[in-house]
């Protein structure tokens, strides 16, 4: 059944494969056939049309450290959440508005990782895109189609995670008008139960007494071990003790490409993504047809918005 679908998987650095084997449990004589039987599960689900290429499959299978069991629950949610969180989801296409967000340089992927087998570094500006213009969710949509366009070409990152450094300049009373604890919840959630990534840090630098508040939020939102991974910066000097000066962009006084840069590179990867995204909208699950209890924004969040504490690997 596999002829269909692309078994390629990219070779990875010696540094990765190091890391993969000793962190995740990966051995590659396995991952064949892990990915077949996947892929028979994936055929056995009646309300499941999920993608199948074998680079696709190995992200959820390092993000799980070869659980299959796990690999599967998340796999599933991946796709279920699609209709949980509609917000995100809905005109899900590479069109103008996606576009212009990204052109804000409110999203960054730096090119370079914090080293040859470490996380990938991502820069959050929320106070660059216009809040008259743009809501947070549009933000994390186009935030959610980077992610996926890493799932299947960022090895650092589903191998070592991401660490997020969150610039709070610019970020006005607009921006924070539209902070949503629901969607926060929510994202947090899906974190947890449904996408692959690893995230290793959250750094908030140039934050001001209002943003305070916002922290105390999430961090509320949060397990123990989230916790530890949250550090506000008041100034730049102690972020550097986890994200060197040279790792950041031009901007920030380091060597890690120009904002420009990074905004043109991801501005050709997403125009290159577009008949990808029209075609995602045609993957997810039909919970009519899952056997048992369906997947739904009740079951995921809780009707009464009660969180279990979130616990991410």
């Not at 396995?30 to 039987?37: F, N, P, Q």
């Not at 959610?144 to 969150?166: C, H, K, P, Y």
Request: aromatic share 10%; glycine share 6%.
């Amino acid at each position: 059944m596999s002829e269909s679908y692309s078994n390629s998987i990219r070779s990875l650095s010696p540094e990765l494969a190091k890391k993969a084997h000793d962190e995740l449990g990966e051995i590659p004589d396995r991952i064949d056939e892990d990915i077949e039987t996947l892929r028979t599960w994936i055929s056995k689900q009646p309300h499941l049309k999920a993608r199948q290429d074998a680079q696709f499959l190995v992200a959820f299978l390092r993000g799980c450290k070869y659980s299959l069991e796990k690999t599967k629950l998340k796999l599933d949610n991946f796709y279920a959440m699609r209709g949980a969180v509609p917000e995100l989801y809905k005109k899900r296409i590479v069109g103008e508005k996606q576009l212009s967000i990204l052109n804000t340089g409110c999203l960054l992927r730096l090119p370079q990782p914090l080293q040859a087998d470490g996380p990938r570094i991502h820069i959050s500006r929320y106070g660059q895109y216009d809040s008259k213009k743009y809501s947070i969710a549009e933000v994390v949509q186009v935030n959610t189609m980077l992610g996926e366009i890493q799932i299947r070409e960022d090895d650092n990152a589903m191998i070592s995670g991401f660490v997020e450094i969150i610039d709070m300049k610019g970020v006005g009373a607009g921006h924070l008008f539209q902070f949503d604890a629901v969607l926060v919840k929510k994202l947090a959630v899906l974190g947890d139960k449904a996408y692959p990534y690893r995230p290793k840090g959250f750094h908030f630098v140039n934050a001001h007494s209002s943003a305070e508040k916002f922290m105390s939020i999430a961090k509320s939102l949060m397990s123990e071990k989230i916790r530890k991974r949250f550090h506000i910066h008041s100034k730049l000097d102690s972020l550097y003790k986890y994200v060197p000066k040279e790792c950041l962009p031009a901007e920030y006084g380091g060597s890690n490409g120009t904002i420009q840069d990074v905004v043109s590179t991801w501005r050709t990867k997403l125009l290159a993504y577009k008949p990808f995204f029209e075609e995602e909208t045609s993957y997810g699950t039909n919970e009519k047809l899952r056997r048992g209890q369906p997947v739904n924004a009740e079951s995921l969040f809780g009707i009464e918005g009660s969180f279990r504490k979130l616990d991410i690997d």
